[in-house]
């Protein structure tokens, strides 16, 4: 059975489903794949909490920034489901960055304003504060469960054609205007699809399905987060990230930690890309002892409003390139979205912009994003942090 169609998305987390959205909402035909049931927990897209982390310098990060938050209103407002709470995020610890981000962000009329340790403390006595503090009101949280569900809910009402529990098992380029997309339902149904252009946002998958010879490395790892169970349900909590210094009380660190107070579940905490690499179909949803050992250690230095002891684990993935920067681009008539590195959640509705610009020939990506960028020998990483 050969279905044609306009544009097929394949992959139906927040950045695909964001994808069909905009292109459903451009009158555009479109048809989007996800191999997985509503709600499910194999990729990067579930869970209750992200990290909507506004800490940026680099303009083009910046840039997205004044963008998503319009975008997010919009989605909730199409979608009648409230997405955000902007309970603001608190950037703390000795790190060089924080001047460079207060002074693009507030060149871009993004709040940015710095905070003693005292005055910190004193907002949000969960957490131990020992340097000045960068505090950025129009951030916080987006529940990314929900986010998900909104997404494909207004892609459909927009007249896309959204089918869950249907894999796409090859992507075959014809020429510069044809692409086959072979499928397989979990009924056994085969069906192929041709399309002008395939948008391809399976997460860990990419490499699988499209290849490597013209991406980035794309490393896939199992992050272990976790939640925390308060001390004190009426605390206030600002979403967070700490950079680590000089010392023997960082040394057994491992990254820089993020974290949020996920409502009915505790304060989420993690550590920021250190998973060990995965097989993205062989994965054991385990948390590694050692790493989890070492987060309880975190929250009882550092988060004094939780009980470290009462800890539930999280298992989701990152795909990581080596910059940490994303891939935006048009190869073909395929277009490709994919090595988020922790970091993506937040952009989801402007990165839906973006490759739906891709998809339909209204717009580039920004050049900071193509998959043939030259990658130093060591990037400097984004400041934004993972949820």
Same mark, same amino acid.
């Given at each position: 059975m050969v279905t044609r169609v306009e544009t097929i998305v394949v992959g139906g987390g927040a950045m695909g489903a964001a994808t069909a959205w905009q292109l459903a909402r451009r009158g555009r035909e479109v048809v989007l794949l996800e191999r997985w049931e509503p709600g499910h927990r194999m990729g990067a897209s579930h869970g209750?909490? /992200?990290?909507?982390? +506004?800490?940026?310098?680099?303009?083009?990060?910046?840039?997205?920034?004044?963008? #998503?938050?319009?975008?997010? /209103?919009?989605?909730e407002e199409e979608s009648d489901t409230a997405l955000l709470d902007l309970v603001g995020v608190a950037s703390h610890g000795p790190s060089d960055g924080f001047d460079a981000v207060h002074e693009a962000l507030t060149a871009a009329g993004i709040p940015a304003e710095f905070l003693s340790p005292k005055q910190a403390a004193k907002r949000w006595p969960g957490i131990r504060f020992d340097t000045r503090v960068l505090f950025n009101e129009q951030a916080g949280r987006v529940n990314a469960d929900a986010t998900v569900r909104a997404l494909h809910q207004t892609a459909a009402a927009a007249g896309a054609?959204? /089918?869950h529990r249907t894999q796409a098992t090859r992507v075959d380029v014809v020429d510069d205007g044809l692409v086959r997309v072979a499928s397989?339902?979990?009924?056994?149904? #085969?069906? +192929?699809?041709?399309?002008r252009t395939a948008v391809v946002t399976v997460g860990a998958w990419t490499t699988k399905l499209v290849g490597d010879e013209r991406l980035p490395r794309l490393v896939v790892t199992q992050e272990q987060p976790a939640h925390f169970a308060v001390r004190d349900e009426a605390m206030a909590w600002p979403s967070f990230n700490?950079?680590?210094?000089?010392? =023997?009380?960082?040394?057994?660190?491992?990254?820089? +930690?993020y974290g949020m107070l996920t409502p009915g579940e505790g304060v989420k905490a993690g550590w920021h890309g250190v998973g060990p690499v995965v097989d993205p179909d062989a994965r054991d949803f385990e948390a590694v002892p050692e790493q989890l050992a070492a987060l309880q250690r975190y929250a009882r230095e550092w988060l004094t409003g939780v009980d470290a002891d009462r800890v539930m684990p999280i298992s989701c993935t990152y795909t990581t390139t080596p910059d940490e920067h994303f891939v935006l681009d048009r190869l073909g008539p395929v277009v490709v979205g994919a090595g988020f590195s922790g970091h993506g959640f937040k952009f989801t509705p402007v990165v839906?912009?973006?490759?739906? =610009?891709l998809a339909d020939?209204?717009?580039?990506?920004?050049?900071?994003?193509?998959?043939?960028?030259?990658? #130093?020998?060591?990037?400097?990483?984004?400041?934004?942090?993972?949820?």
């Open positions: 209750a909490s /992200r990290n909507f982390n +506004v800490a940026y310098a680099d303009p083009t990060y910046v840039g997205m920034l004044a963008e #998503a938050l319009p975008l997010w /209103r919009e989605l054609d959204v /089918r397989v339902s979990d009924a056994g149904v #085969a069906e +192929v699809f041709e399309a700490h950079f680590p210094g000089a010392g =023997d009380g960082y040394d057994f660190w491992l990254s820089p +930690v839906g912009r973006i490759l739906a =610009d020939g209204s717009g580039p990506a920004p050049e900071l994003f193509a998959a043939d960028r030259v990658i #130093a020998e060591h990037p400097a990483s984004p400041t934004g942090l993972g949820g």
